[in-house]
């Protein structure tokens, strides 16, 4: 990589996440702003983080002669993958495949390499790792992209997985583009009731009472209010109040991991095997609960996330109305 002089700022620039159509325009478009303005220098990592992890960095000088004509060109000529999430790399230990967070080198790589700031193209994943490198430190925005219609139509043809945590149960359903798989589908007993009620004996272990307010624990969840900390800064935090007293829950929500690994293990059975699974979809009100630890277990797979992921049900049912109303 070149060195470059210190009255210009460097820009780092990378994709990742899948593929998408206009991945080069987007490059092409932040070097052509970056030498307008004549104050920075962009590069680009290869492969998304890779390029800053691997040794030697794969990292290229972007210029207007390299962008030249890239725009109306396939692809992405930084490459781009879906599996270097630097908070779950994946690495061998004692011949063992595993996945280590690598976000604290990374940001430590990018700022030695004087970098002033990095721009990340990609989708909801990408930017959930741009969010927690942002948290510990990285000046780091983030440029959305999305396959939305090309990946509709993709998932009419391909083997999807739809994961429903309810409020009852653990939905599973596994699809080859809109017709079901019965045989790898099924509801599995262990729902957010589960996770509700774990929550609330964990609570009244903390207040010396039983409290089994179920509804107000799940509105403390979805909706996060602000909290003052002990030096007099605010910031929101999923927590209770009852009382005068404000009860936190994360530390509470760790205590229901074995529940929600139990649905998890329960959903790989029925599933079978993962390998011929090309999208993963996260629906239902649950979702948030559910989905570090569905991460966790998926480590090398985007995860998909519904945006009204409580109303998933109704707006799929009624798109299935539409669907059977234009077949007549």
């Not at 780091?140 to 429903?164: A, C, F, Q, S």
């Not at 080859?176 to 964990?202: E, F």
Request: glycine share 8%; net charge negative.
């Amino acid at each position: 990589m070149n060195e470059v002089g210190n009255t210009m700022k460097k820009l780092l620039l990378l994709t990742s996440g899948g593929d998408c159509p206009g991945l080069n325009g987007v490059i092409r478009a932040v070097v052509k702003a970056a030498e307008h303005d004549g104050n920075w220098q962009v590069y680009g990592s290869r492969r998304a983080y890779c390029g800053v992890l691997e040794k030697p960095n794969d990292i290229i000088h972007l210029t207007s002669e390299v962008v030249a004509g890239i725009h109306v060109r396939g692809g992405a000529i930084l490459e781009t993958v879906n599996k270097g999430n630097p908070t779950a790399f994946p690495a061998e230990i004692a011949g063992e495949q595993v996945f280590i967070d690598r976000s604290d080198e990374l940001i430590s790589i990018i700022k030695q390499l004087g970098f002033d700031a990095v721009i990340n193209i990609g989708g909801d994943g990408s930017h959930r790792v741009s969010q927690h490198l942002f948290e510990h430190g990285l000046n780091i925005v983030g440029v959305p992209k999305t396959i939305d219609n090309d990946l509709y139509e993709d998932m009419l043809e391909e083997y999807n997985l739809i994961i429903d945590p309810g409020y009852l149960t653990f939905d599973v359903l596994t699809t080859k583009g809109l017709s079901p798989i019965d045989q790898r589908s099924d509801a599995i007993p262990g729902g957010m009731s589960k996770i509700l009620n774990a929550l609330a004996k964990s609570i009244s272990q903390q207040i010396d009472r039983t409290y089994d307010d179920l509804s107000a624990i799940d509105n403390a969840i979805r909706k996060p209010r602000k909290i003052k900390n002990p030096d007099g800064t605010s910031e929101r935090k999923r927590a209770l109040k009852i009382g005068k007293q404000i009860i936190e829950l994360d530390e509470h929500i760790k205590k229901t991991t074995p529940v929600i690994e139990n649905s998890i293990t329960a959903m790989k059975n029925i599933v079978k095997t993962y390998d011929n699974i090309e999208n993963i979809i996260l629906v239902g009100g649950a979702e948030n609960i559910f989905l570090k630890r569905i991460e966790k277990h998926l480590v090398d797979r985007e995860i998909l996330k519904a945006d009204n992921s409580l109303f998933s049900n109704a707006i799929g049912f009624f798109y299935v109305g539409v669907l059977h109303a234009l077949r007549k």
